[in-house]
């Protein structure tokens, strides 16, 4: 968020949680050589312009968890997250935004995750509290979770995914002027796949792309939130795209991301955005994308994540 070019004018700090909100975010036409060859249109759904901090498919999922907050007056705000969490940044810029307090539970010790999207969190108010990977498993035990929270606690699940983020993320549809064939989004823990699949056209397609190995449980996973997408068409996840797994990534998928950035003048990162717009240019190549689609991509944002891998030395 630091690298932003500075504009004329006067702009509010880059990772101001008070900027106001950009909604519905943009929608941007994407030209690449490999989309003219196979005569598909692609339009990038621009969800990390939402706004600086709050940015993406977290703003929307934590949309209607804030309003659960404010209807049942509760001033606390609870979750979980890894140490370099785009879900823990952004929910610790909305309790900032809106006055509540927020406590985010990290699996990780204290002495070895200092970072960037910790010192952001820390910076907005936010108590963190550091649990070790066995206690971390606990997250979702009530037993366990009776000592972080009292009357006044509203209990997020990690990455801000259960069915309450479903509205929220079906929203984004309704901001479209068309109808796409196909939407292409990242998938990890399956509340945005559920949110979009509440949300589409009977007619529309989705081709969510799992950013980490193993994904078999994301089906399961995504009828867990949305019981309606068991009988849903239409949407797929392929599981072949992980490079590797979860917020792991080869140096020739970093390499691509960094060419299709600087072609399209799009910025993307490796563990989502980056990872899904690859897996979705792998599809097109190998020729699972009809001819005359119109594709809309979903940019869930997170680019902060990028800071981190900045300071870990990875790109
Ligand atoms: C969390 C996150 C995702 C994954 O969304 P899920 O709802 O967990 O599948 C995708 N992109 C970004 C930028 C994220 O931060």
């Known amino acids: 968020m630091t690298d932003n070019a500075p504009k004329a004018g006067p702009t509010p700090p880059a990772d101001d949680p008070l ?8 929608l941007h036409r994407i030209h690449h050589p490999l989309l003219d060859a196979r005569d598909v249109r692609l339009w990038c759904k621009r969800d990390d312009l939402i706004h600086p901090t709050l940015s993406g498919n977290k703003w929307r999922k934590l949309k209607y968890h804030l309003e659960r907050a404010r209807s049942q007056g509760k001033t606390h705000i609870l979750s979980f997250g890894g140490a370099y969490s785009n879900h823990i940044h952004a929910l610790a810029a909305a309790g900032f935004r809106l006055g509540l307090r927020t406590t985010g539970i990290i699996r990780g010790e204290a002495a070895t995750v200092s970072n960037a999207t910790l010192s952001a969190a820390r910076g907005w108010g936010m108590d963190l509290v550091f649990v070790d990977r066995q206690s971390y498993r606990r997250r979702q ?13 509203l209990i997020v699940p990690e990455g801000g995914s259960s069915p309450l ?9 309704t901001e479209l002027p068309f ?24 007619r529309e397609r989705i081709l969510a792309i799992a950013v980490l190995k193993g994904g078999g449980f994301l089906h399961d996973e995504v009828c867990r939130l949305h ?3 068991a009988t849903t068409q239409g949407w797929h996840i392929a599981l072949d795209h992980h490079d590797g797994g979860y917020a792991r990534f080869s140096q020739a998928l970093w390499q691509w991301v960094q060419d299709f950035s600087a072609q399209t003048g799009l910025p993307l990162e490796p563990i989502y955005s980056g990872k899904a717009m690859w897996g979705l240019f792998r599809e097109l190549d190998a020729g699972r994308i009809p001819r005359g689609s119109e594709v809309v991509f979903i940019h869930t944002g997170g680019m902060q994540g990028l800071a981190g891998l900045r300071e870990q030395g990875r790109l």
């Open 19 to 26: 900027a106001p909100l950009s909604l519905p975010s943009p």
């Open 141 to 153: 035990d009530p037993d366990w979770l009776a000592r972080f929270e009292d009357e006044d606690t």
């Open 165 to 173: 983020a479903i509205p929220g993320v079906a929203e984004l549809v």
């Open 179 to 202: 109808s796409p064939d196909l939407w292409v989004l990242p998938c990890a823990s399956g509340g945005t796949l559920a949110g979009l699949i509440a949300g589409k056209r009977e």
């Open 227 to 229: 019981p309606a997408a």
